[in-house]
Nanobody, 122 residues
């Protein structure tokens, strides 16, 4: 059993910043790939960034240069620093952890948190 608990969401004006955190616990692999996904109203959930245990990261183009994913392996905590937020970033943000070091390309391979809402007003 893997538990993921997100925090840090909220409402912010365009151009502002937020920092999301995700506390992982339970039977999570020490080298697990971790990620942030988001789901806007009426849209499918999309993966926006991943980070491997060694620190290698990936980002989708829409957040590249504005969002930064990081992890503290000693604390089993994942972070997402979001800067220069835009109204189109409004979504429920989900923390996800894989079963191992491989980052799954499909949703079925991830454990999920309950999500934290981010709302960006213009």
């Amino acid at each position: 059993q893997v538990q993921l608990v997100e925090s840090g969401g909220g409402s912010v004006q365009a151009g502002g910043s937020l920092r999301l955190s995700c506390q992982a616990s339970g039977n999570i692999a020490s080298n697990a790939c971790m990620a942030w996904f988001r789901q806007a109203p009426g849209q499918a959930r999309e993966g926006i960034t991943t980070i491997r245990h060694n620190g290698d990261t990936t980002y989708v183009d829409s957040v590249k240069g504005r969002f930064t994913i990081s992890r503290d392996n000693a604390k089993n905590t994942l972070y997402l620093q979001m800067n220069s937020l835009k109204p189109e970033d409004t979504a429920m943000y989900y923390c996800a952890a894989a079963a191992g070091s491989y980052c799954p390309s499909r949703e079925q391979g991830w454990y999920w948190g309950q999500g934290t809402q981010v709302t960006v007003s213009s």
